[in-house]
């Protein structure tokens, strides 16, 4: 298996334009996870999803950011409008039904809003 | 909630050498499980190792094992033989199966001098 892949690796986008990342997770995998990493409040996270289902999005920061994931290999985190501070790297991780084995983490998508 | 807590933002060791990365955590559950991650200038999250809470004996993984002391929730991470490749952030987490999320320490840069 190829692990998780993220996509795009890089972003850069002017304020107030509407910014897309993208998430295939491991084949099997039944749960995933959105992170936000960043100097001053090191990994956070976002949403996750069980069985494509959102089960906890309390780390979302704002409604400007909104998850989905239509299907078992894909997930989409969006950002609409986007703001200078939400400049991190996102990470979508995945994980089987045992998830006290840990995660499996993408790459992560720099994104850096000018 | 669960916290992480890692007291060291650096720390640097000379090639050969063992280091120590000290995690402490705060929870009221009993079963649980402790990961440790690294995170090479690559970005990508790599799994260390894994420690399970009703287990006494310490994990070991070839160079890498831990200092679990339940009663004192305290994890440390002991690097032995320390390699240039080992140099990277490294991240303590904490999961709990009731919450079904993995929550991480803030990291510590570990420096491996030649």
């Known amino acids: 298996d190829a692990g998780v892949i993220q996509s795009p690796r890089h972003e850069v986008t002017e304020m107030g334009q509407e910014v897309t990342l993208r998430c295939k997770p491991i084949s099997g995998h039944n749960s995933l996870f959105w992170y936000r990493q960043t100097m001053m409040r090191g990994l956070e996270l976002l949403i996750y999803?069980?069985?494509?289902?959102?089960?906890?999005d309390s780390g979302m920061p704002e409604d400007r950011f909104s998850a989905k994931m239509p299907n078992a290999s894909f997930s989409t985190l969006k950002i609409q409008p986007s703001e200078p501070r939400d400049s991190a790297v996102y990470f979508c991780?995945?994980?089987?039904?045992?998830?006290?084995?840990?995660?499996?983490f993408g790459s992560g998508t720099r994104l850096t809003v000018v | 909630a669960q916290t992480v807590t890692q007291s060291q933002p650096e720390m640097s060791v000379q090639e050969a050498e063992t280091v120590t990365l000290s995690c402490t955590y705060d929870t009221s559950e009993s079963d649980y499980y402790l990961f440790w991650y690294k995170q090479p200038p690559s970005r990508q999250m790599i799994l260390v190792i894994r420690?399970?809470?009703?287990?006494?004996q310490n994990a070991t993984e070839n160079r890498f094992s831990v200092n679990f002391q339940k009663a004192a929730k305290s994890f440390s991470l002991k690097i032995s033989d320390s390699q240039l490749g080992d140099a990277a952030m490294y991240f303590c987490?904490?999961?709990?199966?009731?919450?079904?999320?993995?929550?991480f320490g803030k990291g510590t840069k570990l420096t491996v001098n030649p």
């Open positions: 420690q399970e809470a009703y287990k006494q």
């Open positions: 999803f069980n069985n494509n289902v959102p089960i906890d």
């Open positions: 987490a904490y999961f709990w199966g009731g919450s079904e999320k993995l929550v």
């Open positions: 991780a995945s994980s089987s039904g045992n998830s006290n084995y840990g995660y499996t």
